[in-house]
């Protein structure tokens, strides 16, 4: 501590904000939207109904829902200018790099959301309409495979499934079980209070930058993979482990020992969260009932529950409280839907949306000041310039 700074690496321990949206409690292990459990909303709810509660709030009345999900159908098309952008990228470009250009060059095709006054409402609508199809480019283009347009007789999930999968040489059937596997899983990403990818969408639009350069912005921080990255590193560390005979003590060990080994457990531990992520429980059984019933068996979930077994007995792991997080099994029911590993944090990013958007739109209606942190300072002290000749 000198004078008026004190130092918190990670922000570890600041609140940055005061804010009505999510309530968690890393101790209990609870995840509360709005004042709803995830667990009602996982099971009750649709995501959009989610998303509109996040937003605005309060759960839509049968006419708001109405108002808001017709809205969003019917802006699902995306500039065909954007393709030029698009074509622009290498094939193996990774799709969250295109997700985080093609959302920030949205703020080029809607320059209104450049002033601070004006309607926020139509920008929302069109990055939640939006993300889905830009997203579904990526995957076909990298299968080489033509993008699909959206189609309004489709619901949100539905539609983005057919975008996903649908092929013009066959009719394609969505399948109720995969989409219902996709709410939950869109619902349980929604929000997570002042996690990095939303702290930065904060952090940027309190410069009073656009909603799109905001949002592109958190795209970008949860790509990393200590964040939102980590769902397709887990799926990366299960398939070596799998391939290097699926002795998980030896990769419990190496964890353990990271200092030398520089590896860790993705899909393991969490800032707040000191106890079981709510999210992971929910999704560890929803893997079970998703695989079961798609009649898919992936060895990759036993290694997982495997590892979880050894981690969680053993005294590393124990006294750090580190327990799965979101991001250990969601990527085993991604790939049970036929969704590759470079797409899992773009499916993280499309159910983080609307918590971003949430978030941004209650920075700015709370009139919250342009974030600027201190430092202390560790550099050099005053010193004279020397010419060049004489260095
Ligand atoms: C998400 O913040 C959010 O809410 C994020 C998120 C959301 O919904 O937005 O929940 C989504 O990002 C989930 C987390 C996904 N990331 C991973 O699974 C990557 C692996 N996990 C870690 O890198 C780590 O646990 C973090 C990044 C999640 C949290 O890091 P912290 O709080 O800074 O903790 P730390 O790195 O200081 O670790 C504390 C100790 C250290 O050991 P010591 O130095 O005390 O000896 O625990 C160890 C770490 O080495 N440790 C691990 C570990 N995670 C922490 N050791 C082995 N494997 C791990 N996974």
């Given amino acids: 501590q000198t004078g008026y700074v004190t130092l918190?690496?990670?922000?570890?321990?600041?609140?940055?904000?005061?804010?009505?949206?999510?309530?968690l409690d890393g101790e209990q292990g609870i995840l509360q939207y709005r004042g709803y459990s995830i667990e009602d909303l996982a099971a009750k709810a649709s995501f959009l109904e989610v998303a509109y509660l996040l937003i605005y709030g309060e759960l839509p009345t049968k006419e708001e829902y109405s108002k808001f999900e017709n809205a969003i159908r019917r802006?699902?098309?995306?500039n065909e200018d954007m393709r030029n952008i698009f074509n622009g990228f290498p094939v193996s470009a990774h799709p969250m790099a295109v997700l985080s250009s093609l959302v920030s060059a949205m703020s080029a095709f809607y320059p209104d959301s450049q002033d601070e006054k004006g309607d926020v409402d139509k920008h929302i609508v069109r990055l939640l309409a939006k993300l889905p199809t830009i997203a579904t480019w990526s995957?076909?283009?990298?299968?080489?495979?033509?993008?699909?347009?959206?189609?309004?007789?489709?619901?949100?999930?539905?539609?983005?499934?057919?975008?996903?999968?649908?092929?013009?040489v066959e009719e394609y059937k969505v399948d109720p079980v995969v989409a219902e596997a996709l709410n939950i899983l869109l619902i349980l990403h929604a929000d997570h209070e002042q996690n990095c990818s939303t702290s930065t969408v904060r952090l940027v639009g309190s410069s009073q930058a656009n909603i799109y350069s905001s949002i592109s912005a958190g795209v970008s921080a949860l790509w990393g993979p200590l964040h939102g990255g980590a769902n397709q590193e887990v799926i990366e560390m299960l398939e070596a482990i799998k391939?290097?005979?699926?002795?998980?003590?030896?990769?419990?060990?190496?964890?353990?020992n990271a200092k030398t080994t520089g590896f860790r457990l993705f899909g393991f531990g969490h800032r707040v969260y000191k106890n079981f992520d709510p999210r992971a429980k929910i999704i560890k059984k929803a893997a079970d009932d998703v695989l079961g019933k798609l009649g898919v068996n992936d060895p990759v979930l036993e290694i997982a529950k495997g590892l979880e077994e050894a981690a969680l007995n053993d005294e590393y792991f124990i006294?750090?409280?580190?327990y799965p997080n979101v991001d250990f099994y969601s990527g085993i029911i991604y790939r049970a839907l036929g969704i590759p590993t470079n797409m899992f944090t773009v499916m993280f990013a499309i159910g983080r949306l609307p918590g971003w958007i949430a978030q941004w739109k209650e920075m700015r209606e709370q009139k919250e000041p342009i974030g600027r942190p201190r430092q202390i300072y560790t550099g050099a002290t005053l010193r004279e310039f020397v010419p060049l000749e004489n260095r």
Avoid: C
């Fill in 75 to 78: 802006h699902t098309l995306v």
């Fill in 8 to 23: 918190d690496r990670g922000y570890k321990n600041t609140g940055a904000t005061k804010s009505a949206i999510t309530f």
């Fill in 319 to 322: 006294q750090r409280k580190l």
């Fill in 139 to 168: 995957y076909k283009r990298g299968m080489g495979h033509p993008t699909n347009y959206p189609k309004n007789e489709l619901d949100y999930i539905p539609n983005f499934l057919h975008m996903m999968f649908a092929l013009p």
């Fill in 243 to 256: 391939a290097d005979g699926g002795d998980v003590s030896k990769y419990v060990d190496m964890a353990k």
